[in-house]
């Protein structure tokens, strides 16, 4: 089973945190819309910045990472702290059955109590075709099982998605957003940005849109990759 975000052995991590102008926060009610087996996809989210990725090439497989049964294509994250909106796009591929039965179920969590989930896209890419992802597959909202266990309910949800007939070969490609913040942080924006995964990432980008105005404090953690600082617009 995949989740979001995945564990890592160490963490290195770019250190984001950015008090916002506004501390009001408007919370943002709802929940995903379904009809059956059939999910009901939006567009995404405006600002999101495309990236060049060829899924139908066959990439070397490395010895020592594909005991984990996929690699990820794509790790593609960004944040606009304007709008309060976040987008994240994932393409991975199956590299044997093992892969295909541990990690064939996207799985989001997200608190309807303040936050937005929209789905963009599921698309299975084989032999040069592009497959609905959410055509016969199961589509399911559930709360998590930690809360049972623990006996404190947060008011989480996950939503799975598991696609019909995957098979190793395979490179998935999905994208969702999820708008809203948590009042608890009263409007103030940080994140971290993971640099060492368990598992094969041969594209990863964290992409964060704010006003020129407001002022960023990053620091490094055992990584010397430094952001790259754009204009675009007025932002």
Same mark, same amino acid.
């Given at each position: 089973?995949?989740?979001?975000?995945?564990?890592?052995?160490?963490?290195?991590?770019?250190?984001?945190?950015?008090?916002?102008?506004?501390?009001?926060?408007?919370?943002?009610?709802?929940?995903?819309?379904?009809?059956?087996?059939? !999910?009901?996809?939006?567009? @995404? #989210? +405006?600002?999101?910045? &495309?990236?060049? *990725?060829?899924?139908?090439?066959?990439?070397?497989? =490395?010895?020592?990472?594909?005991?984990?049964?996929?690699?990820?294509?794509?790790?593609?994250?960004?944040?606009?702290?304007?709008?309060?909106?976040?987008?994240?796009?994932?393409?991975?591929?199956?590299?044997?059955?093992?892969?295909?039965?541990?990690?064939?179920?996207?799985?989001?969590?997200?608190?309807?109590?303040?936050?937005?989930?929209?789905?963009?896209?599921?698309?299975?890419?084989?032999?040069?075709?592009?497959?609905?992802?959410?055509?016969?597959? !199961?589509?399911?909202?559930? @709360? #998590? +099982?930690?809360?049972? &266990?623990?006996? *404190?309910?947060?008011?989480?949800?996950?939503?799975? =998605?598991?696609?019909?007939?995957?098979?190793?070969?395979?490179?998935?490609?999905?994208?969702?957003?999820?708008?809203?913040?948590?009042?608890?942080?009263?409007?103030?924006?940080?994140?971290?940005?993971?640099?060492?995964?368990?598992?094969?990432?041969?594209?990863?980008?964290?992409?964060?849109?704010?006003?020129?105005?407001?002022?960023?404090?990053?620091?490094?953690?055992?990584?010397?990759?430094?952001?790259?600082?754009?204009?675009?617009?007025?932002?």
């Amino acid at each position: 089973m995949v989740r979001f975000p995945p564990s890592v052995f160490w963490i290195s991590a770019l250190l984001l945190w950015l008090p916002k102008w506004s501390a009001d926060v408007v919370s943002a009610q709802g929940a995903i819309e379904s009809k059956g087996a059939t !999910l009901v996809l939006k567009s @995404r #989210p +405006e600002l999101v910045d &495309d990236v060049s *990725l060829n899924l139908e090439k066959p990439v070397d497989v =490395i010895e020592n990472q594909s005991r984990e049964g996929f690699g990820y294509r794509l790790v593609d994250i960004q944040k606009n702290i304007e709008t309060d909106e976040a987008f994240f796009r994932y393409a991975y591929e199956f590299l044997s059955v093992a892969g295909v039965q541990d990690d064939a179920e996207i799985v989001i969590e997200y608190d309807p109590a303040y936050e937005t989930l929209q789905v963009h896209g599921v698309t299975i890419h084989r032999d040069g075709k592009k497959l609905d992802g959410t055509t016969g597959g !199961l589509i399911r909202e559930v @709360r #998590p +099982e930690d809360e049972f &266990d623990s006996g *404190l309910l947060y008011g989480h949800r996950k939503l799975l =998605i598991i696609p019909a007939g995957i098979r190793p070969g395979d490179v998935m490609k999905y994208s969702y957003s999820v708008a809203g913040v948590n009042p608890y942080y009263q409007g103030k924006f940080f994140d971290e940005v993971e640099m060492n995964w368990e598992t094969r990432v041969l594209k990863n980008r964290y992409r964060l849109v704010k006003a020129p105005t407001k002022r960023l404090i990053s620091k490094n953690r055992n990584t010397k990759v430094q952001p790259i600082k754009r204009a675009f617009g007025d932002l």
